[in-house]
């Protein structure tokens, strides 16, 4: 079975609440995606690649993605893009795992 630990690159499976505003905080501080395209003015919160914050509810077509200059992709080695529509990296990464047949 493929545990969550396989894919959190930010290691939130084991934060605690305040670990994890404390980590949403930096992420935010960081993150490009209010330069990015496909953002859509005063869409809230952003750091979409982060588990728990979710997808978009304001976004709704994919532009030019910035995901891959962001410092935070870099930072994390996350290794996916549109996280504003498409979900998170834990969720990219589980999807393509179990998607592709894997155990």
């Given at each position: 079975m493929?545990?969550?630990?396989e894919?959190d ?8 609440g305040e670990e ?8 935010t ?5 209010q330069?990015?395209?496909s953002y859509?003015?005063?869409d809230?919160?952003i750091?979409?690649?982060?588990p728990l ?7 709704k ?6 995901c891959?200059?962001?410092?935070i ?5 996350l290794?996916h893009?549109?996280?504003c ?8 990464a589980?999807?393509?795992e179990i998607?592709?047949?894997h155990?």
């Amino acid at each position: 079975m493929v545990k969550l630990a396989e894919f959190d690159n930010f290691g939130v499976e084991n934060m605690s609440g305040e670990e994890f505003e404390s980590k949403q905080a930096y992420v935010t501080s960081k993150c490009m995606c209010q330069g990015c395209p496909s953002y859509v003015e005063g869409d809230a919160p952003i750091g979409y690649c982060l588990p728990l914050i979710g997808t978009s509810k304001n976004i709704k077509y994919e532009k030019d993605c910035l995901c891959s200059k962001c410092p935070i992709f870099q930072e994390y080695d996350l290794t996916h893009s549109h996280y504003c529509t498409r979900c998170s990296q834990v969720c990219q990464a589980y999807k393509s795992e179990i998607g592709g047949g894997h155990e």
